[in-house]
């Protein structure tokens, strides 16, 4: 029973600092609600250029461009790459204005590639700032000058804020999910941003400095590639900073089979870059003495919500079982005190962010959706999703 004690303990041990972390980027991020809402002056004459990439999506791109086209000075330009295309993207994209690259490769695929054939394209005259926008989102207005100008002035990637948003009619599924995601992409960044720490990347609303992503290797098909540029431009000292004035939005899928095929892509490329990364980052952040690059790992091992939800709802109920057999004070206090910290990380989030998308009532359903989930993580283990693969349009 002394062995059972101390395994339990040293799981709740690691436990606590993904759940303590998240803890202190909603309480943070509160902090951040009490500042001046104003944007930066977006008086800089810099060249920017807008790459989206883009597989067939002849429909969904239209929008897409008309929120970035009349943002665009005379200097800039927008490179759209049709990427192994079987539609007429690239047609729907030219006539709208766009400067398109079409890229024809059946074997080296993904975001990844299409974003460096976009690059490629700007080489011989390469702008001050590049802009990469998904080809399903659309940009606020003047996101473009506010993205290029805080680019510019604090000379290090930024990130806009990305937001998903359910369609009309959505499941109480989908308005989880999207609740989740404003706690991923909105709570979190605020939080670090507020103690001066960095943030992830995205994949979308993502501004540049040319010499900083000209010089970052960018063709893979890594089916995380926003994360991993992330923490490879952490290493090379320009660590991601969060800019929640500038917003990009997308919608999620309607169809189950494509809501399932994104969820895939999304969580298990960010347990796989937990696992490949995450060790190696802390190692070389502690050896350094880099507090930027610690806070990147710290926030690198903070997993889906869905994922702590289960594992610290697993470790509680573990306990709590074993008590009544022998009982183990310090065991279920432990997991208790997790299961707390969980609880109001996720109830702030809520009060402060979330009840314009679900009710309380609806938030209470939460868990049961985590568990809805357990086919997807035991996927990672046994058939894990290692290759990007484009989400369905509606």
């Not at 461009?65 to 295309?85: F, H, Y």
């Not at 610290?312 to 065991?331: D, K, M």
Request: positive net charge; glycine residues 4%; charged residues 15%.
């Amino acid at each position: 029973m002394i062995i059972l004690q101390l395994i339990l303990l040293a799981i709740i041990a690691v436990l606590a600092i993904p759940v303590f972390v998240l803890l202190l980027q909603v309480l943070a991020s509160l902090f951040w609600l009490k500042r001046s809402d104003l944007i930066e002056s977006t008086n800089g004459n810099y060249s920017v250029a807008v790459i989206i990439p883009a597989h067939n999506e002849s429909v969904g791109i239209l929008a897409t461009i008309q929120s970035v086209l009349p943002q665009l000075k005379n200097q800039d330009r927008l490179i759209v790459v049709a990427d192994n295309c079987t539609d007429d993207t690239a047609k729907v994209a030219g006539d709208l204005g766009a400067t398109v690259v079409v890229r024809e490769n059946k074997t080296l695929r993904g975001k990844g590639y299409a974003l460096d054939s976009g690059l490629q394209s700007l080489k011989n005259n390469p702008p001050q700032v590049v802009i990469i926008i998904d080809a399903d989102c659309t940009i606020s207005e003047s996101g473009i000058s506010a993205l290029s100008e805080a680019c510019m002035t604090h000379q290090r990637p930024v990130q806009a804020l990305d937001l998903m948003m359910s369609p009309a009619n959505a499941s109480l599924k989908t308005k989880i999910a999207e609740f989740a995601w404003v706690v991923k992409n909105q709570v979190r960044p605020l939080g670090f941003k507020s103690l001066g720490l960095p943030c992830q990347l995205m994949g979308t609303g993502m501004a540049f400095i040319w010499d900083d992503i000209a010089h970052v290797h960018l063709a893979s098909g890594h089916i995380a590639e926003d994360m991993k540029l992330g923490i490879d431009l952490c290493r090379a000292k320009k660590p991601p900073f969060f800019f929640p004035y500038a917003c990009v939005k997308s919608f999620f899928p309607v169809t189950q089979e494509a809501a399932r095929n994104q969820r895939a892509r999304w969580e298990h490329g960010h347990l796989s870059v937990i696992l490949s990364d995450a060790p190696a980052l802390f190692l070389e952040a502690i050896k350094t003495r880099n507090l930027q690059m610690l806070g990147m790992a710290f926030d690198l091992i903070v997993p889906p919500l869905a994922v702590l939800t289960l594992m610290i709802t697993l470790i509680f109920a573990i306990s709590i079982g074993i008590h009544q057999i022998a009982p183990i004070n310090t065991v279920l206090i432990g997991a208790s005190l997790l299961l707390l910290a969980l609880t109001s990380a996720i109830f702030i989030s809520w009060t402060f962010f979330g009840r314009r998308i679900i009710s309380f009532k609806q938030l209470c359903y939460a868990p049961i959706y985590a568990f809805i989930k357990i086919p997807l993580y035991i996927k990672f283990f046994i058939n894990r999703q290692v290759e990007w693969v484009r989400a369905k349009r509606d």
